[in-house]
């Protein structure tokens, strides 16, 4: 069904959004290998679920995803005592911005 969608609008020959960036996704849509198509949406969501290597984790949607090295990351002194669960959460997107999360 994926396919077939990515097919009729390019079919369309009409893309007005910037940098024809529809054709572009349509054209990813339509990869032979079905596991290339997964990661590629996986790696434009990153919100509902996320791709780490071979792995599909949960995402941001489920709540805190959980580390996969939880000692880099579950350390209570990291921060002071009381402190915002956002300093939390800012660090650990730090931590799979820099793809340490993985480790």
């Not at 396919?3 to 990813?28: G, I, R, V």
Request: with cysteine; proline share 5%.
């Amino acid at each position: 069904m994926l396919k077939e969608a990515a097919n009729a609008f390019l079919n369309l020959k009409h893309d007005p959004s910037a940098s024809k960036e529809a054709t572009y996704f349509a054209k990813q849509c339509l990869q032979k290998n079905d596991t290339d198509i997964i990661k590629f949406l996986l790696e434009r969501d990153e919100v509902v679920l996320r791709c780490r290597g071979e792995q599909i984790l949960p995402a941001a949607a489920f709540g805190k995803p959980e580390p996969v090295n939880n000692d880099d990351i579950e350390d209570d002194s990291l921060f002071p005592k009381g402190i915002s669960f956002r300093v939390l959460n800012m660090y650990v997107l730090n931590q799979d911005f820099e793809n340490k999360l993985e480790k």
